[in-house]
Nanobody, 124 residues
Framework: QVRLQESGPGLVKSSQTLSVTCTVS??????????WSWIRRIPEKGLEWMGA???????YFNPSLKSRTNISRDTSENNITLRLSSVTPEDTAVYYC????????????????WGRGTEVTVSS
Protein backbone atom coordinates (compact mmCIF):
# COMPACT_ATOMS: atom_id res chain seq x y z
CA GLN A 1 0.00 0.00 0.00
CA VAL A 2 1.46 3.31 -1.08
CA ARG A 3 1.26 6.01 1.54
CA LEU A 4 1.98 9.71 1.15
CA GLN A 5 2.81 12.00 4.04
CA GLU A 6 3.14 15.74 3.62
CA SER A 7 5.13 17.94 5.94
CA GLY A 8 5.47 21.68 5.95
CA PRO A 9 6.27 24.78 7.98
CA GLY A 10 2.77 25.61 9.14
CA LEU A 11 3.32 29.36 8.95
CA VAL A 12 5.22 31.40 6.36
CA LYS A 13 5.61 35.14 6.02
CA SER A 14 4.64 37.01 2.88
CA SER A 15 7.35 37.25 0.22
CA GLN A 16 9.14 34.16 1.56
CA THR A 17 9.39 30.77 -0.10
CA LEU A 18 7.08 28.01 1.04
CA SER A 19 8.55 24.51 1.06
CA VAL A 20 6.54 21.33 1.62
CA THR A 21 7.72 17.76 1.30
CA CYS A 22 5.87 14.57 0.48
CA THR A 23 7.45 11.40 1.83
CA VAL A 24 6.35 8.23 0.09
CA SER A 25 6.29 4.77 1.61
CA UNK A 26 5.17 1.42 0.27
CA UNK A 27 6.34 2.29 -3.23
CA UNK A 28 9.04 4.16 -5.10
CA UNK A 29 8.67 7.60 -6.63
CA UNK A 30 10.43 6.10 -9.66
CA UNK A 31 7.70 3.51 -10.27
CA UNK A 32 7.13 3.29 -14.00
CA UNK A 33 4.46 5.60 -15.40
CA UNK A 34 3.57 7.16 -12.05
CA UNK A 35 3.17 10.91 -11.68
CA TRP A 36 3.30 12.71 -8.36
CA SER A 37 1.25 15.85 -8.15
CA TRP A 38 1.00 18.76 -5.78
CA ILE A 39 -2.53 20.03 -5.24
CA ARG A 40 -3.80 22.66 -2.86
CA ARG A 41 -7.17 23.45 -1.38
CA ILE A 42 -7.63 27.17 -1.00
CA PRO A 43 -10.34 28.25 1.43
CA GLU A 44 -13.58 29.05 -0.39
CA LYS A 45 -11.96 28.38 -3.78
CA GLY A 46 -11.51 24.61 -3.93
CA LEU A 47 -8.79 22.44 -5.35
CA GLU A 48 -6.00 23.70 -7.57
CA TRP A 49 -3.46 21.50 -9.32
CA MET A 50 -0.03 23.07 -8.98
CA GLY A 51 2.35 20.73 -10.74
CA ALA A 52 3.69 17.22 -11.04
CA UNK A 53 6.84 15.22 -11.38
CA UNK A 54 6.99 11.98 -13.28
CA UNK A 55 8.81 8.76 -12.55
CA UNK A 56 11.64 9.85 -14.85
CA UNK A 57 11.94 13.25 -13.21
CA UNK A 58 10.10 15.28 -15.83
CA UNK A 59 8.18 18.17 -14.32
CA TYR A 60 4.93 19.85 -15.32
CA PHE A 61 3.42 23.03 -13.96
CA ASN A 62 0.15 24.87 -13.81
CA PRO A 63 0.83 27.83 -16.14
CA SER A 64 -0.66 30.24 -13.62
CA LEU A 65 1.90 29.21 -11.00
CA LYS A 66 4.85 28.20 -13.14
CA SER A 67 6.92 31.31 -12.51
CA ARG A 68 6.82 30.74 -8.74
CA THR A 69 6.86 26.94 -8.53
CA ASN A 70 9.62 24.38 -8.31
CA ILE A 71 9.19 20.64 -7.82
CA SER A 72 12.11 18.38 -7.07
CA ARG A 73 12.70 14.90 -5.77
CA ASP A 74 15.17 12.95 -3.69
CA THR A 75 15.18 9.37 -4.86
CA SER A 76 17.41 8.27 -1.99
CA GLU A 77 14.89 9.59 0.52
CA ASN A 78 11.89 8.74 -1.67
CA ASN A 79 10.37 12.16 -1.31
CA ILE A 80 9.17 15.05 -3.41
CA THR A 81 9.42 18.72 -2.50
CA LEU A 82 7.34 21.67 -3.63
CA ARG A 83 8.72 25.17 -3.37
CA LEU A 84 6.51 28.18 -3.97
CA SER A 85 8.24 31.54 -3.97
CA SER A 86 7.03 35.07 -3.28
CA VAL A 87 4.05 33.84 -1.31
CA THR A 88 1.15 36.05 -0.27
CA PRO A 89 -1.80 35.42 2.05
CA GLU A 90 -3.66 34.15 -1.05
CA ASP A 91 -1.35 31.12 -0.96
CA THR A 92 -2.81 30.05 2.38
CA ALA A 93 -4.09 26.53 1.76
CA VAL A 94 -3.91 22.87 2.60
CA TYR A 95 -1.21 21.35 0.40
CA TYR A 96 -1.63 17.77 -0.76
CA CYS A 97 0.47 15.37 -2.71
CA UNK A 98 -1.27 12.76 -4.80
CA UNK A 99 -0.30 10.16 -7.34
CA UNK A 100 -1.57 7.87 -10.05
CA UNK A 101 -0.28 6.16 -13.15
CA UNK A 102 -0.65 7.98 -16.44
CA UNK A 103 0.08 11.41 -17.79
CA UNK A 104 -2.24 14.36 -17.92
CA UNK A 105 -5.78 15.26 -16.86
CA UNK A 106 -4.17 16.74 -13.82
CA UNK A 107 -7.14 18.70 -12.63
CA UNK A 108 -9.74 15.97 -12.66
CA UNK A 109 -8.34 15.10 -9.22
CA UNK A 110 -8.99 11.40 -9.74
CA UNK A 111 -5.82 10.23 -8.10
CA UNK A 112 -5.11 6.76 -6.79
CA UNK A 113 -3.17 7.87 -3.74
CA TRP A 114 -3.55 10.96 -1.61
CA GLY A 115 -1.77 12.28 1.40
CA ARG A 116 -3.70 13.83 4.26
CA GLY A 117 -2.39 17.29 3.49
CA THR A 118 -0.46 19.89 5.40
CA GLU A 119 -1.92 23.27 6.24
CA VAL A 120 0.17 26.33 5.46
CA THR A 121 -0.79 29.83 6.48
CA VAL A 122 0.88 32.85 4.93
CA SER A 123 0.93 35.87 7.18
CA SER A 124 0.89 39.39 5.82
Amino acid sequence: QVRLQESGPGLVKSSQTLSVTCTVSGGSITMDHYYWSWIRRIPEKGLEWMGAIGSTGSVYFNPSLKSRTNISRDTSENNITLRLSSVTPEDTAVYYCASRPGYGHWDDFSYTYWGRGTEVTVSS
